[in-house]
């Protein structure tokens, strides 16, 4: 208790989002950020908007994500966090939140393996982890869902997409992803991980690579929507 006590003197712990000092017992977003999340609430919706996204591209069981980030939200920090700044257990803080939050839904009973949207290898490199691969670990640690992350691979780095049409984006993430030779994913209800969703073009190019296993289904999950 006096060294945690001491630790927080000499290293504060920062809410993610706004910056202020946590208390005792809030992880990595303070109370109020937590509550005010931007909720998308798509598990509560008849058709799951995000799903437009993906609308005669590809079958997806469904499509959700746990909260929305408009170009100036503070919330776009969180993203920031988990991918550039060693936020593994943020991200798996929030994977085990939304699991948990969908609990009452079911959603998450209709599959059983988790797939995180993989890194190239030197990228893994450089940033020594995958941030969507602990979000699926925080998705495991609520569900018990196991997590894959040697079917699919990721054999072309992604240069930067900004600049580019949405063609042109398509184009460029085709044949980025492949899958592992002697992988068996047949009749597996799969669920694909990722950060963010902006156009959907890395999930689709995900999904079509792993359609060539024959899942039974593939369904997606981001922790944010850019809005
Ligand atoms: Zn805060």
Redesign the pocket.
């Known amino acids: 208790m006096v060294m945690n006590a001491l630790l927080d003197l000499l290293y504060p712990r920062l809410?993610?989002?706004?910056?202020?000092r946590l208390h005792e017992g809030e992880q990595h977003?303070?109370?109020?950020?937590?509550q005010h999340l931007p909720r998308t609430q798509y598990h509560r919706e008849e058709s799951q908007p995000m799903e437009q996204l993906f609308r005669g591209k590809t079958e997806a069981a469904f499509a959700i994500a746990f909260f929305t980030t408009s170009p100036r939200s503070e919330y776009r920090n969180v993203l920031h966090y988990i991918k550039y700044h060693d936020g593994k257990e943020c991200a798996r803080y929030l994977g085990r939140l939304y699991a948990e939050e969908l609990s009452a839904s079911g959603l998450l009973q209709e599959i059983d393996l988790l797939v995180p949207v993989p890194l190239h290898r030197s990228r893994l490199r450089r940033r020594g982890y995958n941030q969507s691969e602990w979000i699926a670990r925080g998705i495991a640690d609520a569900t018990g869902i196991p997590v894959d992350t040697t079917s699919l691979l990721r054999q072309k780095a992604n240069p930067s997409q900004t600049r580019l049409s949405l063609y042109e984006r398509w184009l460029n993430t085709r044949s980025i992803f492949a899958l592992r030779e002697g992988c068996d994913l047949r009749g597996r209800r799969l669920l694909l991980v990722d950060d963010i969703v902006t156009t959907g073009a890395t999930l689709l190019a995900c999904a079509e690579t792993l359609q060539a296993a024959a899942p039974e289904k593939i369904a997606f999950l981001t922790l944010s929507i850019a809005r």
């Open positions: 809410c993610v989002v706004c910056g202020t977003l303070c109370l109020h950020c937590l």
